[in-house]
């Protein structure tokens, strides 16, 4: 009997799920389109809507005009249930937001860190210190935040710990999710940033719509995220990814991870004014920091600064021509701080760089974009890890005092465009 009432509530709740997932997703929908979509009777989605509407996670939103009978009744998940918040510790900087379940950003804190080797301690006390902040500024209960999602470099073990491992950083075996945990109640997700910036772009931005698609995240680092048949792909121990340490070119220079030829060390923007700097007989571009002065390096007019951006956007190109050659994607969605600026001001000339070193056919089934959410995207797709969790688990919330766990698959949907 106990294993009967198992198997209900079970079935119950991934059906609530697959209903919580298709409104947030897509809606605001009818009950009309959700039992087309999603397989379900007409009563058991009206039962299903029913709780959830009853319980506050799903609200009506207007109404459309039906053939020939009553309007149908458009529902959406309510943006004040419950709050999310994402971070993005960056190279330079962690910056931290808070936003609703509709993905409006409500508040927003940031902070330095060192540029290189930043001792997790001082990067774990800027986290909560803005998790706290945002809180605050957003004046909402902190027990109705539904979770704390982070985006880090490197590779995060999938345990209740989510050490993480970012060689760049010089971070061998850092149990961040703990030392986060033991500063919060709210439950800590951790994950890679281009994974994050993958699922924000997959279900937000430009991959919506594809079901194979690789998205590059361009910053001082280098990472992407490969989407195959709506999945992110992690490879064995969730490493897969790391784009940017693949060799561009064979005892080329050398990169922070410590090997020679990465492609990070050559499209990275880090990378990017270190061979300005030394190609302009030692004089740097100007600027305080390090996207000040890749800024300048885009708007400079010397021969000096043209060579090295033609010599980026052809490495780049080699780089994302790999990604076609190895995936086969629909579409490959360049992103990161960096990598919108030089997609803003070259990416006619980055699709003729990736034609020139790509294999034809694959090519022509590709399209290459830009990244449609801004740089904030990868602390937006930090927040939406508890999000995920939420969708899985039917709309019922985790408790406080959750152990920090690393990011769980985000449900496999079928992407609709808006």
Known sequence: ?????????????????????????????????????????????????????????????????SDGGRPRVLLRVAPGYGYLVGADVGETRVQVELFDLGMTALAKAEYPIAATGPDPRDVATHLLHGLDAVVEQAGVDPAAVLGFGVAVSGTVERTADAVVHAQTLGWDG????AMLRAGTEIPVHLDNGAKTLGQAEMWFGAGRGVRHA?????????????????????????SAGEWGHTTIVYGGRRCRCGNLGCLEAY????????????ANR???????????????????????????????????????????????????VLGGWAGLALGERYLPQIREATARHALRQPYAQTSIELCRLGPDAVAMGAATLPMARLLRDGGVPRGPGVRATPAQPAPRTRARAR
């Open 1 to 65: 009997m106990d294993a009967r009432r198992t198997t209900v509530r079970d079935m119950r709740r991934a059906n609530r799920s697959v209903l919580l997932t298709r409104i947030w997703l897509d809606g605001p929908l009818s009950r009309h389109e959700l039992g087309q979509t999603t397989a379900l009777s007409l009563a058991s989605v009206s039962n299903l809507v029913g709780e959830m509407i009853g319980e506050g996670l799903v609200e009506e939103a207007g109404s459309v005009e």
């Open 174 to 177: 850092v149990p961040l999710g």
């Open 214 to 238: 690789v998205i590059a995240l361009v910053g001082s680092g280098v990472g992407a995220c490969v989407v195959a048949d709506g999945v992110g792909y992690r490879g064995a121990h969730s």
């Open 267 to 278: 499209v990275g923007a880090e990378g990017i004014l270190d061979r300005f700097r030394q």
């Open 282 to 332: 030692g004089r740097p571009a100007a600027g305080g920091d390090e996207e000040t002065a890749f800024g300048e390096l885009l708007r400079a007019t010397s021969r000096t600064a043209a060579r090295v951006l033609d010599d980026t956007v052809g490495y780049l190109g080699a780089g994302v021509a790999n990604l076609v050659n190895l995936f086969n994607p629909e579409r490959v």
